[in-house]
């Protein structure tokens, strides 16, 4: 069980350990819960409440359980993983491979290639950090705890995380570079289908 540990700073002073944890440590509400109900909260070594005031000086220690999922069914798939660590893996997805499973749709995800690619670990748990479209290949990020899935989509809007993308358009653009800065919803009738519109959220887009 993952245990985080954190020296109470005059920042955190007489804040309560639920804010200290999630404040001070980055933990995610999910998180949290499971250290509170099926892990522990200890302050200078002594079980406490979430609601206990803390001290400047005072170490406190959180164990929080991973959750606990079925496994998938391994798919062998030759994977290219540019790049891991103890934290997670940055895979090369391939196109048409789906991100994750679709209650509409059945076969082989990036789920099940991972698995088998990790070796079929136990308490595998697949953590996607951003996700590609089905018939788009590129660098995805997934993480090995929940923990470093809660940080790094913290930072997955931040200038700290950027993605570059290579389209194919239609025609000619009548500049070499520039920028598309036009709001996309969802379209009318449509469940993932995006287009500009002028209800949208803002995007900006740089080529």
């Known amino acids: 069980m993952p245990r ?6 005059p920042a955190l002073d007489g804040r309560t350990v639920r ?3 999630m404040g001070g440590l980055h933990l995610s509400g999910g998180q949290f819960k499971r250290a509170k109900f099926h892990g522990a ?3 200078d070594g002594m079980p406490v409440l979430a609601d206990r005031r803390v001290r ?3 170490r406190l220690c959180v164990d929080v359980p991973e959750a606990a999922l079925p496994p998938p069914e391994p798919f062998a798939l030759a994977l290219r993983v540019p790049y891991e660590d103890a934290y997670f893996w940055m895979i090369d997805k391939p196109a048409p491979l789906p ?3 679709s209650y509409k749709k059945e076969g082989p995800t990036l789920e099940n290639a991972l698995y088998a690619y990790a070796g079929c670990p136990e308490g595998f748990v697949y953590r996607p950090v951003n996700r590609l479209d089905k018939g788009t290949s590129g660098l995805m990020l997934a993480a090995r705890t929940a923990h470093a899935q809660h940080l790094l989509q913290r930072l997955l809007h931040g200038s700290e995380f950027i993605r570059e993308y ?4 239609e025609g000619a653009p009548p500049q070499t570079e520039g920028v598309i800065d036009l709001p996309i919803g969802k379209a009318d009738g449509a469940t993932i289908r995006r287009e500009v519109r002028a209800d949208g959220k803002p995007a900006r887009t740089y080529y």
Do not use: W
Request: no cysteine.
């Open 19 to 21: 804010q200290a944890a």
């Open 166 to 169: 290579l389209a194919v358009v």
């Open 56 to 58: 400047t000086g005072e």
């Open 41 to 43: 909260l200890l302050l």
């Open 99 to 101: 991100s994750s499973s």
């Open 4 to 9: 985080y540990e954190l020296i109470i700073s």
